[in-house]
């Protein structure tokens, strides 16, 4: 989605004409409920031209590897519980998706001080699940919580 009506919220170059309360406005039509659902939420900026062409020469890891990672993961769930982790159900996600000690302490820290629902709070954990599966981990570590709990926070209406 659009940061803005306009689309340029946050360009460097200052294009976004949009007031503050239009640009909240727009962001708050997207209603809690319909957000609580989107697991993965990033910011993405804009990039300039340079920055574009830049990129287009790959430096990154190749997709076959990230593709065989991706795989791996899903074996392990597949192996683990007969099905993807998006498909747990609450008492499954209590069985499988329990963080270590530090996870479980960030976790109640950040449901309590973001208002989550039950069901935000269990997506948070299904999340943080896939990324202890992609790093072969055993359970989610209290980093590993962190980055889940960090998709969900982009869209903040200011
Ligand atoms: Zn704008």
Request: with cysteine.
């Amino acid at each position: 989605m659009n940061p803005c009506p306009c689309g340029w919220r946050g360009d460097p170059n200052g294009r976004c004409r949009c007031t503050p309360e239009v640009a909240g406005r727009y962001l708050r039509k997207l209603s809690g409920p319909l957000l609580d659902r989107i697991d993965i939420q990033i910011e993405i900026p804009a990039l300039t031209s340079t920055e574009l062409s830049a990129r287009s020469s790959a430096t990154g890891e190749p997709s076959a590897a990230i593709a065989t990672r991706v795989s791996a993961a899903r074996a392990r769930q597949l192996a683990r519980q007969g099905k993807t982790n998006r498909e747990l159900s609450g008492r499954e996600v209590d069985e499988v998706c329990r963080p270590d000690a530090a996870g479980e302490a960030l976790l109640r820290e950040a449901g309590d001080r973001f208002g989550w629902s039950a069901r935000a709070y269990y997506r948070v954990l299904k999340v943080a699940r896939t990324i202890a599966d992609l790093a072969g981990a055993e359970a989610p570590s209290g980093s590993q919580i962190a980055e889940a709990v960090q998709y969900r926070r982009a869209l903040t209406v200011a």
